[in-house]
C-alpha cells in the first residue's frame, strides 16, 4: 500500500504530523510494506531528509515564491498535485483546524474516500480499508468501510504510538504547483501569535481553570503550574466568554478538543460540554471544592478542595 502524508509547518513540522508519520510507516508495517512520501508547503527549519527516519522514500516539498502564505486553498493545491504525482492509495494527514477545512475540499476533488478522526490503524479484507473514527464528540467509536481506490485519513493525536525515529535519511525534492485564482482567494494580512507557548491541541500536558478561579486576577495560579508542568494552559467556555482568558483556549464541545496524557481541571464543574472535549485525555485530575461536581464522575484522580490552596501546594511540591 502506497502511503502519502501531508505534514504542517509551524516554523518546523508540527509534532502532530510526525505522529501521522508514525501512523503511516505503522500502517504500511501491517499491510504488507509499500512506499512512504510525504508532502509539506512552505518554508520550514525542520532537516526534511531526516524523516528517512520515519521510513519516508522521498519529501516533496512546494516552497517556491508563492507558498509564503500556506492556507487552506493553497495546502489543497499542494496536496492534490503531489497525490497526482505520487498516485498513493492512501493519504494520512494528522488532525488539525487546517487540516479539517482542507481534507474534504481534496477528496471531493480526487473522488477519494475520506474518514475524519481515525483513532487506530486500518485493516485491510479482501482489499476493503477499514477503521475506526471517534464520533458524536468522542462518545462513540463508529467502524467505517472506505469503498475507493484512494482513500483518505485525518488522524487524532495517539492514533499510533511507540514509534522511534531512526537515523535514516531520505530525498527531498521540490515540487511546483501553479495555483489558480481560486487558489488564492484569500490573502493573510498579518499574523499574531497565540498566547502560551505550548500550543493546546498538540499539548501532552495541560492545566485548565474554570469559574471556581474566581476572575482573570487568579489566572497566575494556572500559568504558574503549566509552567512548573511544560504544559499548555486551557479553560472553560464560559471563561472565555467572560474575556478572563483568550477563545482559542476553550476546550470542549465548541472549542478545542485535546487529548493529553495529564489534564488537570481545576475550578470546573465537569458539564457534559466541557467533557465532550477532553474525555480522550489518558489521565484527568479535577480539583474541585464540591465532592459532588460532576468532574469526579470522569477523572482518575480527584481532590476535593480549594484551588486557592491546593494550586499553590501542587505546584510547590512539584517545583
Ligand atoms: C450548546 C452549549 C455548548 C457548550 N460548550 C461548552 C464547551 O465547549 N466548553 C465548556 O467548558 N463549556 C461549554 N458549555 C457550557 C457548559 O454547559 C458549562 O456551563 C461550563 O462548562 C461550566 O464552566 P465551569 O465549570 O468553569 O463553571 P461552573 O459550572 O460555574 O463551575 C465552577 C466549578 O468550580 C467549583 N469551585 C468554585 N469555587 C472553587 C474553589 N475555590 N476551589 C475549587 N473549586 C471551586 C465549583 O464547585 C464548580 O464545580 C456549553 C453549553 C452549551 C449550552
Redesign the pocket.
Known amino acids: 500500500m502506497n502511503i502519502l502524508v501531508f505534514l504542517e509547518s509551524d516554523g518546523s513540522v508540527k509534532k502532530s504530523s510526525l505522529e501521522a508519520l508514525a501512523y503511516a510507516h505503522k500502517t504500511a508495517e501491517a499491510l504488507g510494506g509499500g512506499a512512504i512520501t510525504a508532502v509539506i508547503a512552505g518554508p520550514t527549519t525542520t532537516d526534511l531528509g531526516s524523516l528517512g527516519g520515519y521510513g519516508v522514500q522521498k519529501v516533496l516539498h512546494a516552497d517556491d515564491g508563492a507558498f509564503v502564505q500556506v492556507d487552506i486553498m493553497t495546502s489543497a493545491a499542494v496536496l492534490k498535485q503531489a497525490i497526482a504525482i505520487s498516485n498513493p492509495d492512501l493519504v494520512v494527514l494528522a488532525k488539525s483546524s487546517l487540516v479539517d477545512a482542507m481534507a474534504p475540499r481534496v477528496a471531493a476533488a480526487t473522488g477519494a474516500a475520506l474518514a475524519t478522526n481515525v483513532v487506530d490503524l486500518p485493516v485491510l479484507n479482501n482489499g476493503v480499508l477499514t477503521v475506526k473514527r471517534s464520533i458524536y464528540t468522542g462518545k462513540a467509536f463508529s467502524d467505517v468501510a472506505l469503498n475507493a481506490t484512494l482513500r483518505i485519513l485525518t488522524v487524532k493525536k495517539g492514533a499510533a504510538t511507540g514509534f522511534e525515529p531512526n537515523s535514516a535519511t531520505t530525498i527531498v525534492e521540490s515540487l511546483s504547483v501553479s495555483l489558480s485564482g481560486s487558489d488564492k482567494a484569500l490573502t493573510s494580512k498579518g499574523t499574531e501569535k497565540a498566547t502560551g507557548e505550548i500550543l493546546l491541541p498538540e499539548a501532552d500536558l495541560v492545566v485548565s481553570?474554570?469559574?471556581?478561579?474566581?476572575g482573570p486576577e487568579n489566572w497566575g495560579l494556572i500559568t504558574d503550574l503549566a509552567k512548573t508542568l511544560g504544559a499548555a494552559t486551557a479553560?472553560?467556555?464560559?471563561?472565555s466568554d467572560l474575556d478572563w482568558r483568550p477563545h482559542h483556549e476553550?476546550?470542549?464541545?465548541?472549542?478545542i478538543k485535546v487529548s493529553p496524557s495529564l489534564y488537570i481541571a481545576?475550578?470546573?464543574?465537569?458539564?457534559?460540554?466541557?467533557v465532550?472535549?477532553i474525555s480522550s485525555s489518558k489521565c484527568i485530575v479535577a480539583?474541585?471544592?464540591?465532592p459532588e461536581?460532576?468532574?469526579f464522575k470522569v477523572a482518575d484522580y480527584g481532590i476535593v478542595?480549594?484551588?486557592?490552596k491546593?494550586l499553590p501546594a501542587l505546584n510547590q511540591a512539584l517545583k
Do not use: E, M, Y
Open positions: 481553570g474554570g469559574r471556581g478561579l474566581k479553560c472553560s467556555k464560559p471563561v476553550h476546550v470542549g464541545q465548541t472549542g481545576a475550578g470546573i464543574s465537569g458539564a457534559i460540554q466541557h465532550a472535549g480539583i474541585n471544592s464540591d461536581a460532576p468532574i478542595g480549594d484551588v486557592f491546593i
